[in-house]
């Protein structure tokens, strides 16, 4: 298919606007300046100062989470410099890491995985939203080979409040409604810490139709590769709606050695999978990619209803977690087990078409150590087991069993103003499916070393061989893939992906400004992508009524067949540049905090090919003003065009985005926080690079939510 370069081209303003916020940026350089506390990372092995850690490392605070409260986890994360969301409709927002996801990076609560089958396709939804929880840590470089054989590209850590050891008794009530989906939700927390007990109970609804979007479902790229008229009116998205319920508890007992905490919850989701309404197979789709996310330009079926396709997931996870402070070499003793049961029907028309069902038990074992000639750290022990089968006439994957063992040892000197770390893993990862049984051995090293040039500054690097072994998906994939429109074929005798990542670190704190600046370049052997193999399968659409099922490519006599994309293996590289500068102060007018941030990624194959979910170039200005009894938080995003991408895929329009929120907290009624926030404020036609559906479906328009919190 041709590369479509045309259309309407937006004011290239990048330039202008970077300048603008450097200007901005040292002119309140010169304004006094905000004491800031010292951050503990809590992900780091040994809960490091973020001013010590030698790698990009992103916190986000209760705060910070509360204003997408229930969103999925990606589009809490899209703020952040080299971060994007692989959204697929309002229920599903998968995090992009330096323009990755999937099986490259994990997505973990409180260290352990989740439980679900997110990774595997671009439709499946993270089990949980973000209701409990409390700070959320994004980490590469070292610390990320602490947390498995698929953390490679980096690690999104979430905390849940009911984990937390030093939580107060409280009682948390929240209240929401918006109106780009008529939706509406209540969340609860409550804790009681009777004595030495800790005990808590949760509980989140939402319900929400379908999102009303500001221009044309699908792009200009797609309706122009149709011959369609382009007709720019707003409407609601079909098959767009979502309704969440979940409840928690917890229990915690500790005295000044032991800690012993049980947790259990229950989330059940429903959601509509949009994309489907006008067509219902696809044809030409071209993945150069990660092997997750693939950029489908649609099929023109306009003239026939597609039938309505939806997910209902129900998840259960139990989790115990004891640990012990010790006296002797070994500090202390932690170990973690996590259960998950989870399970989704994918129905079209009502029917079911393929079922998920995954069992998985996950352990951990570490033991930090007291320092030993300077060095200190930890060693662990993590091992995971899971069943997954998959049933139905639209099941793409094969039912398969995931064993997977890992030992691993993370040190960490400070001589002076020098700083070493050093980390290494060896796993070991079985994957059966009927006859096939690929194993595989990874060792996964990496080096830090840092120099610090003042008590708030650090120049440094990082240095890591990375190993990792194909997924289910990539091995033992054989269908259609109805989410993600396209059919799959995997490859039992793919090799283990290799990687070589190099990073270079600065940070500089000038009083309450903060800089971090970030170059980064990861190469890849073996790297496992979807490729266009040139030949077709019959699909089982009766076209006698002649509707054409081209998605702007001549495929002739092929237009009953779909297109077979396999998982191959070749080189590639990505590189990139990410700056973030942040200042705190305080004035007569109130305390405020100004951000800004700024990434620059590219990604290709080895014969120059472009990796398909790169993001374009993006800034993120954020400020913040508080005054007595009230918050104003604004915040916008720019992100330019991206036109460069692989064969068959649409390039991408850029947008402008701006949200606004204010907080107000009446002084007449303590503990009661109401919250209007106007999101998308002016009704910005948004699509996100590496959307599998960018060019079926935008983001929501303009919305105005109110929540109201009271806590007591």
Do not use: C
């Not at 850590?157 to 409280?170: I, M, W």
């Not at 094969?398 to 103003?417: A, F, I």
């Not at 050093?422 to 595989?440: H, I, T």
């Amino acid at each position: 298919m041709q590369s479509y370069v045309f259309a309407r081209k937006r004011a290239r303003f990048l330039p202008a606007f970077v300048g603008s916020l450097l200007g901005v940026m040292l002119a309140l350089m010169l304004s006094p300046a905000q004491a800031t506390d010292e951050i503990v990372v809590k992900s780091s092995p040994l809960a490091d100062n973020l001013s010590d850690i030698i790698s990009t490392t992103h916190i986000l605070t209760t705060e910070d989470i509360n204003k997408l409260s229930g969103a999925p986890i990606g589009r809490v994360l899209n703020n952040l410099a080299g971060v994007s969301v692989a959204a697929y409709g309002p229920a599903v927002g998968r995090p992009v890491i330096r323009g990755l996801t999937g099986y490259r990076l994990a997505v973990l609560q409180n260290g352990m995985l989740p439980g679900d089958v997110s990774p595997t396709a671009e439709d499946h939804a993270n089990g949980d939203m973000t209701f409990d929880t409390s700070r959320i840590e994004v980490l590469k470089g070292p610390s990320a080979l602490r947390y498995g054989a698929y953390s490679a590209t980096g690690v999104v850590n979430s905390f849940s409040r009911h984990l937390d050891s030093e939580g107060a008794a409280t009682t948390d009530l929240q209240l929401s409604t918006d109106t780009a989906s008529d939706a509406n939700g209540g969340a609860f927390f409550v804790r009681r810490t009777p004595g030495n007990l800790s005990v808590s109970l949760s509980g989140h609804h939402l319900d929400a139709g379908n999102i009303r979007v500001p221009t044309h479902a699908e792009s200009e790229y797609q309706l122009r590769s149709e011959d369609e008229e382009i007709i720019d009116a707003a409407g609601d998205a079909e098959n767009t709606d979502r309704r969440f319920n979940g409840m928690t508890g917890a229990l915690i007992w500790q005295n000044d050695r032991d800690r012993l905490s049980l947790v259990i919850g229950r989330n059940d989701m429903r959601y509509g999978v949009p994309g489907h309404a006008h067509e219902e197979h696809h044809h030409d789709d071209d993945d150069d990619g990660d092997g997750d996310d693939d950029h489908g330009d649609g099929d023109d079926h306009h003239g026939e209803e597609g039938e309505a396709v939806y997910i209902d997931m129900q998840r259960t996870n139990i989790r115990l977690d004891y640990s012990r402070a010790l006296t002797g070499f070994v500090k202390s003793v932690k170990l973690q087990l996590a259960y998950a049961d989870y399970g989704h029907d994918e129905f079209e028309g009502g029917s079911i078409g393929s079922s998920f069902e995954l069992v998985q038990t996950e352990y951990r074992l570490e033991m930090p150590h007291h320092p030993v000639n300077g060095w200190q750290g930890l060693f662990g022990v993590n091992g995971l087991n899971s069943e997954m089968s998959v049933s139905g006439d639209e099941a793409f994957l094969p039912s398969s069993d995931d064993s997977r063992l890992g030992v691993y040892l993370l040190e960490k000197r400070e001589d002076g103003q020098w700083l070493t770390e050093l980390a290494a893993r060896l796993d070991q990862v079985s994957l059966k499916s009927g006859a096939e049984n690929p194993d595989f051995n990874l060792t996964n090293l990496s080096l830090g070393l840092g120099y610090k040039t003042g008590a708030q500054s650090l120049i440094g690097g990082s240095l890591g061989q990375t190993e990792r072994a194909p997924s289910a998906n990539e091995l033992f994939a054989e269908g259609m893939h109805v989410g993600a429109r396209r059919y799959e074929r995997g490859d039992a005798n793919l090799d283990a992906e290799e990687g070589l990542a190099v990073e270079a670190y600065f940070r500089r704190s000038f009083g309450a400004t903060g800089f971090t600046a970030s170059v980064f370049r990861n190469d890849y052997d073996n790297f496992i992508y979807l490729a266009d193999t040139g030949e077709h399968v019959p699909h089982d659409v009766d076209d006698d009524d002649g509707d054409d099922h081209g998605d702007g490519d001549d495929h002739g006599d092929e237009d009953d067949e779909d297109t077979i994309f396999a998982y191959r293996q070749s080189g590639a590289e990505i590189d990139g540049l990410e700056l973030e500068v942040t200042r705190r102060g305080e004035a007569s007018f109130g305390r405020w905090m100004l951000r800004a941030n700024y990434a620059r990624l590219r990604g290709s194959l080895s014969n120059g090919a472009p990796l398909p979910t790169i993001p374009p170039e993006k800034v993120n200005l954020m400020a913040e003003l508080s005054r007595g009894t009230v918050d104003v938080n604004l915040h916008m995003q720019y992100a330019a065009d991206q036109t460069r991408v692989p064969e068959g895929i649409f390039p991408t329009d850029g947008y402008f985005r701006t949200d606004i929120s204010l907080n107000w907290r009446p002084a007449a009624l303590n503990g009661l926080d109401i919250i209007v926030s106007a999101e998308n404020l002016t009704d910005e036609e948004i699509r996100y690079h590496a959307s599998a559906l960018k060019d079926l479906l935008p983001e929501a328009g303009r919305n105005f939510r109110v929540t109201a919190r009271y806590k007591f």
